[in-house]
């Protein structure tokens, strides 16, 4: 006990380690661990906002189904710059280059905010036709177009949480990625029932309050990782480690590894090229996939309301389950880009079926508990009987994919860490636009299934997509893929 009781303090305190020698189970473990309190403060965050929301009206949480259905596309835009910089980092720390890894961190931030300034101002102007296009109806747009106006035109401050955090990752360094949502998220649920209901001196501003309680929490986080990219950095003697670890150098880190100095902000073309050459492909890669989302809301909107919020609610609580799983798939992508850049590409490969198999043991089990207590948990944020039924209908389904999509996550993620995004963007273009759309109207609307016929196309869809995944990555392609 007192041996995984140290572990743990390990991972929480967080040290940039070198991940390319010693136990892969202990690396996996060490970096894993924060990556998932990272991912379960983050899902906790979207089950706590859309409690408050769904306290409001069922057209609030309307609004917010909608808006983040589009808002996922820049979720996409951030993901996928923050794959290409979390593999160019890790490859250039495994091969001993911090500097240079700190230089192509910077050249990510230039990129991300020219993005956020061409996504932002359309989305300022636009709110009221955004969620007019997405099927709101008037009530829901007179309610929501300050929600979506908001969350939109302050985009910056997801683009740099998501691509500042893939750096730290990227680094070795998960801790602060998990502090940094910590913060911004415990700030975030704080302040929402003060600005959604009025309470004390704060105004009520109804569902656009959630909005402003995530742009200020999130900015907020933004702050902390500057400060940690730009605090010098405090080298400590080697750690010392078990009798069957080696020892490593570790940095002692209120800041990072990664600094961003007067030598780094200046624009490398070059860099910003390569960045965008995994990147465009890596956004391309989650646009997909969030656009074969935005269809099936779109599907799921003709059935009215009551099914967008009970879908809405249950998706929240899938994220809630899903996340801290891609915090072990997190942890894959950063072992395979630093053992690529140490010149082992066969630790690498066993570092993501060792992740992948303890992905597998978590969410079977996770999924059991969900399909037993489904309409118990959805009843904790609703209590309309139609709103009930379509959400327990979606977290049931949905469970039953579980066990492909553990292996699905870590495989698609390994592959973005070795920077080959393109592979898992092909994969995602015929299971999710040529599988899972054109089947999830035909059983949805055609034969009549609703919710459930969406639900279906799903997890049917996904499961498939892991498996291609998976027989694509023990071919060994990504082994050669230069960054």
């Known amino acids: 006990m007192r041996k995984v009781l140290k572990i743990i303090f390990e991972a929480i305190k967080g040290e940039e380690r070198d991940y390319t ?28 906002d859309v409690y408050f ?7 609030a949480v309307t609004v917010v189904g909608l808006t983040e259905s589009v808002l996922t596309l820049i979720y996409s ?16 720390i495994g091969e001993k280059k911090p500097q240079e890894a700190s230089v192509a961190a910077m050249q990510s931030v230039f990129i991300a905010v020219a993005f956020s300034i061409l996504i932002g101002i359309p989305g300022i102007f636009f709110a009221d036709e955004i969620l007019q296009f997405m099927g709101g109806d008037e009530k829901v747009i007179a309610q929501g177009a ?47 029932p003060l600005f959604i209901f009025g309470i004390g001196p704060f105004p009520e501003m109804g569902v656009q309050g959630a909005a402003v309680a995530t742009t ?83 599907i799921v909107a003709e059935f009215g309301s009551n099914a967008v919020a009970g879908y809405t609610i249950a998706i929240r609580i899938i994220i809630f ?101 393109r592979t898992p963007t092909i994969i995602n273009l015929i299971c999710f636009w040529a599988m899972e759309i054109p089947l999830g109207y035909l059983l949805a609307v055609t034969l009549d299934w609703g919710v459930a016929g969406v639900c279906i196309a799903v997890a049917i869809s996904e499961s498939v997509w892991a498996i291609i995944s998976i027989i694509v990555f023990k071919r060994g392609k990504w082994k050669s893929v230069q960054i």
């Open 77 to 92: 835009v951030a993901i996928g710059l923050s794959m290409a910089a979390t593999a160019m980092v890790a490859r250039r």
């Open 146 to 192: 300050g929600y979506t106006r908001i969350a939109l035109g302050s985009n910056i401050v997801i683009m740099l949480l998501f691509l500042l955090n893939g750096v730290f990752r990227g680094a070795g360094n998960a801790a602060i990625a998990m502090r940094v949502l910590w913060i911004s998220n415990g700030i975030n649920i704080i302040l929402d």
């Open 321 to 421: 389950t899903t996340l801290p799983s891609w915090g072990l798939a997190n942890a894959a992508a950063t072992l395979v880009g630093q053992n690529l850049g140490a010149g082992q590409p066969e630790r690498a490969e066993t570092s993501v079926w060792r992740s992948g198999f303890f992905n597998m043991l978590f969410l079977v089990g996770l999924s059991i508990i969900l399909v037993i207590f489904s309409a118990p948990i959805i009843r904790f944020f609703t209590q309309e009987p139609a709103v009930i039924a379509d959400g327990v209908i979606t977290l049931r389904i949905f469970c039953a994919g579980y066990i492909f999509w553990a292996w699905g996550m870590v495989v698609s993620q390994s592959f973005n860490g070795a920077g080959d995004t």
């Open 216 to 298: 200020i929490g999130r900015s907020i986080g933004v702050i902390y990782q500057l400060y940690a990219l730009l605090k010098p950095i405090k080298k400590t003697a080697p750690a010392t480690l078990d009798a069957e670890e080696v020892q490593v150098e570790s940095i002692n880190i209120g800041g990072s590894i990664i600094r961003f100095t007067k030598e780094t902000l200046v624009l490398n073309w070059e860099i910003i090229r390569r960045l965008l050459k995994v990147g465009i492909t890596g956004a391309g890669q989650f646009l997909i996939a969030s656009a074969s989302w935005i269809f099936l809301v779109r």
């Open 21 to 48: 020698t010693g136990s892969i189970n202990r690396a996996i473990v060490l970096l894993s661990i924060p990556m998932i309190l990272e991912m379960v403060m983050e899902s906790l965050f979207a089950v706590v």
């Open 53 to 59: 929301v769904s306290k409001v009206s069922v057209e």
